[in-house]
């Protein structure tokens, strides 16, 4: 079946905007990653801090880090200091990610920090529609459940004073999430999202490696 130019537009669409609402289908680990920017609050005597986040499309795997500031630094930062270094060790790649366009992910490619640093490791970069009304899906769901289990318990419990303070909680909370806490979803059934990852780094390896 020969489609028109018009019918493969409208495929390309769809496909972009499934994508947006987090409706993904990816190959394996690594194949797509969700990143997006969190305004986690205003903390007394630290300021406005914001949480990068990413997500693999694949096993829901979250990697998050905070920040006073929100730029093309902050946003290359989480990749170089926990995404790949994580993936590295997991001898998997990272192929693509998709996130919102918002300033700290788009702008000129010569200059612009998390542009640079995505394409000097080979990184493809995938933006949402221009004035869609949903942002980055994925990221988004990901960003209300750790609203609700993380950060409003917390700061009904505790009052922080620095954000290496909050980050402590954080990375804490994180591993229970990626390691504990089981998933319902296409591939999660009742898995945690690193023993969805373990099983995806097996079919890939068997597909594309052996």
């Given at each position: 079946?020969?489609?028109t130019e018009s019918q493969v537009q409208t495929l ?17 680990p690594g194949y797509l990653g ?177």
């Amino acid at each position: 079946m020969i489609l028109t130019e018009s019918q493969v537009q409208t495929l390309e669409r769809k496909k972009l905007d499934n994508e947006v609402c987090g409706e993904v289908d990816t190959a394996h680990p690594g194949y797509l990653g969700s990143q997006d920017t969190f305004y986690a609050g205003t903390f007394k005597g630290v300021g406005r801090i914001y949480q990068q986040t990413y997500v693999d499309t694949y096993a829901k795997a979250a990697h998050c880090k905070l920040y006073t500031t929100k730029t093309p630094i902050t946003a290359a930062d989480l990749l170089n200091d926990r995404v790949l270094p994580f993936y590295t060790l997991e001898q998997l790649p990272i192929l693509r990610i998709l996130t919102d366009r918002g300033t700290e992910y788009c702008g000129k490619a010569d200059s612009h920090d998390f542009r640079l640093y995505i394409a000097v490791n080979d990184i493809e970069h995938t933006r949402t529609q221009a004035r869609h009304p949903q942002t980055n899906g994925i990221c988004e769901r990901f960003h209300k459940t750790i609203l609700q289990e993380f950060y409003q318990p917390a700061l009904r419990r505790k009052i922080y004073g620095s954000i290496d303070e909050l980050q402590t909680d954080l990375d804490e909370w994180r591993d229970y999430y990626n390691n504990e806490r089981t998933h319902q979803g296409k591939r999660c059934c009742g898995r945690t999202p690193m023993e969805t990852l373990q099983d995806g780094k097996r079919i890939w390896q068997e597909k594309f490696i052996n």
